[in-house]
């Protein structure tokens, strides 16, 4: 599963990534310094992926540039608009969901 995020989220995602690393689970992080353009080989780093979800601290518009962009790149999305960052705890739960279907 690889794990998306840009922005601010780096931290939360890294840590969350490091505790189910230690758990023996298969994950990868690609955190997006700059969305506008897309690093170029963001395409071919996404479709290496089988299982693909993107973590934002709004409604999820980074899921919706990247869906117009890679069109059949299947992504899901973890979006939380609470005015409150991710906790490593509610990552991994969502985490850890998405790797057991």
């Given amino acids: 599963m690889l794990i998306v995020g840009w922005g601010g989220t780096f ?5 969350a990534l ?3 690393h230690d758990e023996g689970k298969k994950v990868a992080l690609a955190h ?4 506008s353009p897309l690093p170029r080989n963001s395409y071919e780093v996404l479709k290496k992926y089988s299982k693909i979800v993107v973590c934002e601290l709004n409604l999820g518009q980074f899921a919706s540039y990247l869906r117009s962009q890679f069109p059949d790149v299947v992504l899901h999305q973890y979006d939380k608009v609470e005015g409150l960052p991710f906790t490593v705890a509610e990552l991994k739960d969502h985490f850890n969901k998405l790797l057991e279907e």
Avoid: Q
Wanted: glycine share 8%; net charge negative; proline share 0%.
């Fill in 32 to 35: 997006f310094s700059y969305i």
């Fill in 18 to 20: 490091e505790a189910l």
């Fill in 11 to 15: 931290g939360h995602l890294y840590t």
